[in-house]
């Protein structure tokens, strides 16, 4: 099993530094932070821009994997956003990990003024960004231009940041719980991202993972490939995964036996969400991490 961390993007630079740091030293896989302009109860609480950020941690560090948790196309464009995401990879020396998804229906989806989407609408929207990054984060050359026209996003002779800093382009790990979502990750994902089923709670949430799983093992069966990296959000099951030593062993015990290869959990908090002592890292640490980096499997 491999850990990840995120870091929500709420402190001022020096202790987010310090966070950062430390999340690498105690041998995490991966740290992440939430992409999001601002987040459900947190909205008018400090929040920082998330690809700042990110690039910063990747100054601030050496060997740990950085990520999204997850972006999505509410309020961007492939374009830009491609420009941004081959830039700080470059600067992390190839380390980084897009995490992206449909997007929300909260603040995000309507603090541009945008009109609300059907269901079906976010999931086409998804795809074709995601589709469209795909494209642009392959791109290794200035010679020409990248052109597309669909529904939600155009480009005319775009251009990239020139080599990928990875090849073919840095992986894709795609939340998505849906059929046609998990499809998607068949298609183009390294890895799956996942906060288990909307409203439900211990035993229930741990039962639709399994389900959720097993409909992504149909998906890559129908598209004739054997496995993708499968990365567990853990602190959406209701029970708060730092909260003691028996809910960690609880966590990793059950994701292991699931299949998943990453649990991702959230850095304490003095109040809610995810309220706990920062203690319970270096426990975590202890129990788990090995302190050495590990990698990420590629297609």
């Known amino acids: 099993m491999r850990f990840g961390i995120v870091i929500l993007p709420q402190?001022?630079?020096?202790?987010a530094r310090r966070r950062w740091r430390k999340a690498e030293e105690l041998g995490f896989d991966h740290a992440w932070t939430y992409d999001h302009l601002s987040w459900r109860t947190l909205v008018d609480q400090p929040w920082?821009?998330?690809i700042p950020l990110l690039t910063a941690a990747a100054t601030a560090t050496e060997r740990i994997r950085l990520g999204t948790f997850v972006s999505s196309p509410n309020y961007r464009h492939p374009v830009p956003f491609a420009k941004d995401l081959a830039s700080v990879d470059e600067i992390s020396g190839g380390r980084f990990l897009l995490g992206v998804g449909s997007g929300g229906?909260?603040?995000?989806?309507?603090?541009l003024g945008r009109h609300e989407l059907t269901p079906r609408q976010r999931h086409d929207r998804f795809a074709e960004f995601t589709r469209d990054l795909d494209v642009l984060l392959r791109f290794e050359t200035e010679t020409g231009g990248i052109s597309f026209d669909g529904q939600y996003y155009r480009a005319v002779d775009a251009r990239m940041v020139g080599?990928?800093?990875?090849?073919p382009r840095m992986p894709f790990v795609l939340a998505a719980n849906g059929p046609k979502g998990l499809r998607l990750v068949a298609d183009l994902g390294q890895g799956w991202a996942t906060t288990g089923p909307d409203g439900l709670?211990?035993?229930d949430w741990w039962a639709g993972v399994a389900g959720l799983s097993r409909r992504l093992d149909d998906a890559l069966a129908d598209a004739g490939r054997d496995t993708v990296d499968r990365y567990l959000a853990v602190d959406f099951c209701g029970t708060y995964a730092l909260s003691s030593p028996d809910a960690v062993d609880d966590a990793v015990g059950r994701a292991t036996e699931l299949g998943f290869t990453d649990l991702i959990l959230h850095w304490p908090r003095e109040g809610d969400p995810y309220r706990g002592a920062e203690s319970a890292l270096d426990d975590l640490a202890?129990?788990?991490l090995?302190?050495?980096?590990?990698?990420m499997r590629s297609d």
């Open 11 to 15: 402190y001022p630079w020096p202790e």
């Open 286 to 288: 202890t129990r788990h």
């Open 290 to 295: 090995s302190g050495n980096f590990r990698g």
């Open 105 to 111: 229906t909260g603040f995000d989806a309507h603090v």
């Open 163 to 167: 080599e990928p800093a990875q090849v």
């Open 201 to 203: 709670r211990g035993d």
């Open 48 to 50: 920082g821009a998330t």
